[in-house]
């Protein structure tokens, strides 16, 4: 919703500053929003990177836009941390269970799986 969009006089100050106080029902609604644009990266719920606040007033609020966006900062950085952790994990299992097949087979194999998500990606049959 932008400036324009907003129907009172209140909305629009809250858009332009943000609520002073993030209230109980406020962050409830800022968690589910932030739920619903995460995604799902080998079991882990990765947030969107926040984007930087441009709305700051300057009067020292007791919840600031840059307070919540470092606080949002720190929590993706270690969903986005832990996520990475868990995919390395993973693909040392994988290693681990192909450690007894022959390196040609196990490169013939890496092939053929990036030749099905190429073609998969672009709409493809494949051969």
Not at 28 to 53: C, H, I, N
């Amino acid at each position: 919703m932008t400036a324009a969009g907003a129907e009172t006089p209140e909305e629009k100050v809250r858009i332009v500053f943000g609520s002073r106080l993030l209230g109980p029902a406020e962050q409830e609604d800022r968690a589910a929003a932030k739920r619903e644009q995460s995604t799902l990266v080998a079991g882990v719920l990765v947030p969107p990177r926040p984007e930087e606040p441009d709305n700051c007033c300057m009067s020292g609020c007791v919840n600031c836009v840059w307070d919540r966006y470092g606080e949002d900062l720190e929590e993706w950085t270690a969903k986005k941390m832990e996520a990475e952790e868990t995919l390395r994990a993973m693909e040392m299992l994988e290693e681990e269970a192909y450690s007894d097949v022959p390196m040609s087979i196990r490169e013939f194999i890496k092939l053929e799986k990036r030749l099905r998500d190429k073609h998969k990606q672009e709409g493809t049959a494949g051969g």
